[in-house]
């Protein structure tokens, strides 16, 4: 049921920006708020964006989060190492009733 | 300091049963949704199910419904999930996860493997 669609891959070299996409449609983006997961190497996910745009206290503002229709972006600026990950969209599907999880991006720093 | 720990998994059988429990603590567990997520090995975030802070309303993935059955008891901080008639593809660690309905999931365990082989 991953019909939010990211791409699988990312990459940089630190310093630079970074924007890594989250596809979806009418039912789930389009009328819902998007969240965004950090998932480093062996640990659970952390939540780093929620409500499109918001950053939970300890978030750097580094990272930031946009939704445009039917699609979220999220932004990392200024990228360092330790910003290696899996990164993960979701958002709430009212058709379907279900949480939606994009299929995650791979974020490498180079 | 939010808690929370996941236990009950293992090594099942396909076709056998397990139960996952969810110990929470370090927050008000009724005021807030439960959710639980599995990722298959190398594999990316699913979700599984959820269910309101009173118990009363449940959701499921198409892929589990009928199988799984989400529950939690408000006088034991306990959240739990019921798997009967396994399959190797439900292998995966599954995570336990918070969610105060405002933001959707904010706070997640750190996972139980479980692994469905003859």
């Known amino acids: 049921q991953s019909v939010l669609t990211q791409p699988p891959s990312a990459s940089g070299t630190p310093g630079q920006r970074v924007t890594i996409s989250c596809s979806g449609s009418s039912s789930n983006i389009g009328s819902n708020t998007v969240n965004w997961y950090q998932q480093l190497p062996g640990t659970a996910p952390k939540l780093l964006i929620y409500?499109?745009?918001q950053r939970p206290s300890g978030v750097p503002d580094r990272f930031s989060g946009s939704k445009s229709g039917t699609s979220a972006s999220l932004a990392i600026s200024g990228l360092q190492s330790e910003d290696e990950a899996n990164y993960y969209c979701a958002a709430w599907d009212d058709s379907l009733n279900v949480v939606l999880f994009g299929g995650g991006t791979k974020l490498t720093v180079l | 300091e939010v808690q929370l720990v996941e236990s009950g998994g293992g090594l099942v059988q396909p076709g056998g049963s397990l139960r996952l429990s969810c110990v929470a603590s370090?927050?008000?567990?009724?005021?807030?949704?439960m959710h639980w997520v599995r990722q298959g090995p190398g594999k990316g975030l699913v979700w599984v199910s959820r269910?309101?802070?009173?118990?009363?309303?449940?959701n499921y993935a198409d892929s589990v419904k009928g199988r799984f059955t989400i529950s939690r008891d408000n006088a034991k901080n306990t959240l739990y999930l019921q798997m009967n008639s396994l399959r190797a593809e439900d292998t995966a660690v599954y995570y336990c996860?918070?969610?105060?309905?405002?933001?959707?999931?904010?706070?997640w365990g750190q996972g139980t493997l479980v692994t469905v082989s003859s």
């Open positions: 996860a918070r969610d105060p309905t405002v933001t959707g999931i904010d706070y």
């Open positions: 370090g927050f008000t567990f009724t005021s807030y949704w």
């Open positions: 269910i309101n802070s009173d118990g009363r309303s449940t």
């Open positions: 409500s499109n745009n």
